[in-house]
């Protein structure tokens, strides 16, 4: 079961899984995004994984500001969050569903089928200031953020809870 508001990871903004308007009939699917609606943000940016090499992991960064919406066009791939106190693990196999992942969020993404195309929708511009390029440092970040926890008390709580 998807995590509700209230435990979901993020703690600036939750990440969920957004439900795609679709458009089916005898010609097939058109699935449609309003991001500025649905995920509450202007695109200023689209880019997409593509010919993943098998067992490669892409991501494994957090961002400062940035959200994003990521969608598997074609065939799947496993995203994992983490906002430095809990962890979930999403599979995306369905170009109808996305995943808003807001700031603050550490990333990885793993387990590509072999046809996997993923989609992301990013709020802003590429730049490699908004990066936490290193766990330890994106921990640190994350105690920032709520103040009186602690590195060792943020790596404690982390918990990994599958939807
Ligand atoms: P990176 O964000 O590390 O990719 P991933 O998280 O999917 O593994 O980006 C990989 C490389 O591509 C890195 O050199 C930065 C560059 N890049 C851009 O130049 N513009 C972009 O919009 C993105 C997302 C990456």
Redesign the pocket.
């Known amino acids: 079961m998807a995590a509700t508001a209230q435990n979901a990871v993020g703690r600036v903004k939750p990440c969920r899984l957004i439900d795609l308007e679709q458009h089916t009939d005898a010609r097939g699917s058109l699935s449609v995004l309003e991001a500025h609606r649905v995920g509450g943000f202007a695109v200023q940016?689209v880019?997409f994984?593509h010919d993943v090499a098998p067992r490669a992991s892409?991501?494994?960064?957090g961002h400062r500001s940035l959200e994003q919406i990521f969608i598997a066009v074609h065939g799947g791939f496993t995203i994992s969050v983490d906002d430095g106190f809990r962890r979930e693990r999403y599979r995306l196999d369905d170009p109808g569903t996305g995943l808003y992942v807001g700031p603050m969020v550490w990333r990885d993404?793993s387990d590509f089928t072999p046809d996997a195309v993923a989609l992301?929708l990013?709020s802003l511009p590429?730049d490699?200031t908004d990066?936490f390029r290193d766990y330890d440092a994106f921990l640190t970040g994350a105690r920032d953020l709520t103040g009186a926890q602690g590195l060792n008390s943020a790596r404690a709580h982390a918990t990994e809870a599958t939807p």
């Open positions: 940016r880019y994984l892409r991501g494994a960064h993404l992301v990013a590429y490699e990066y």
